[in-house]
């Protein structure tokens, strides 16, 4: 990881966004620190302190796809944003992804060339898993 520019990103590694993300970011030439949130987990603190640096709440960054989000009752309006959280620290798959973060801000990277507004240097070209070719 640089000290210069540090870059951290909440990584799962069996998403295709994911890895897409991480692989940008690494053909800009940085080494981030990069975490699966899976295995560490997530703190209330932590996931607090990433949604105000994003300007979100809980059920902006809530991935229900291939998650237990429905079978918790988490996508009813109804429930409250603590609950959300609660759940998230619970079950950290809950937590959409990646997220990254840099000197440039904090954003959940969906899509994932996202990650590309949060770098000072960018590759000069890219190809994602689609085969798509991004040229930023």
Same mark, same amino acid.
């Given at each position: 990881?640089?000290?210069?520019?540090? /870059?951290?990103?909440?990584?799962?590694?069996?998403?295709? =966004?994911? +890895?897409?993300?991480?692989?940008?970011?690494?053909?800009?030439?940085?080494?981030?620190?990069?975490?699966?949130?899976?295995?560490?987990?997530?703190?209330?603190?932590?996931?607090?302190?990433?949604?105000?640096?994003?300007?979100?709440?809980?059920?902006? %960054?809530? +991935?229900?796809?291939?998650?237990?989000?429905?079978?918790?009752?988490?996508?009813?309006?109804?429930?409250?944003?603590?609950?959300?959280?609660?759940?998230?620290?619970?079950?950290? /798959?809950?937590?959409? +992804?990646?997220? %990254?973060? =840099?000197?440039?801000? =904090?954003?959940?990277?969906?899509?994932?060339?996202?990650?590309?507004?949060?770098?000072?240097?960018?590759?000069?070209?890219? =190809?994602?898993?689609?085969?798509? %070719?991004? +040229?930023?």
């Amino acid at each position: 990881m640089s000290d210069v520019f540090p /870059i951290t990103i909440y990584h799962n590694p069996d998403c295709g =966004t994911s +890895r897409n993300a991480l692989a940008m970011i690494e053909a800009a030439g940085y080494v981030p620190n990069v975490i699966d949130y899976r295995d560490v987990g997530w703190t209330r603190p932590l996931l607090e302190r990433l949604l105000s640096d994003m300007g979100a709440a809980p059920r902006d %960054v809530l +991935r229900e796809k291939g998650t237990a989000a429905a079978e918790l009752g988490l996508l009813d309006e109804a429930v409250p944003e603590d609950e959300i959280l609660a759940a998230m620290v619970e079950h950290p /798959i809950l937590v959409n +992804r990646p997220i %990254v973060v =840099t000197p440039k801000g =904090t954003k959940l990277c969906r899509p994932s060339e996202m990650a590309l507004t949060l770098l000072e240097r960018l590759p000069d070209h890219f =190809t994602k898993e689609d085969g798509e %070719v991004m +040229r930023p």
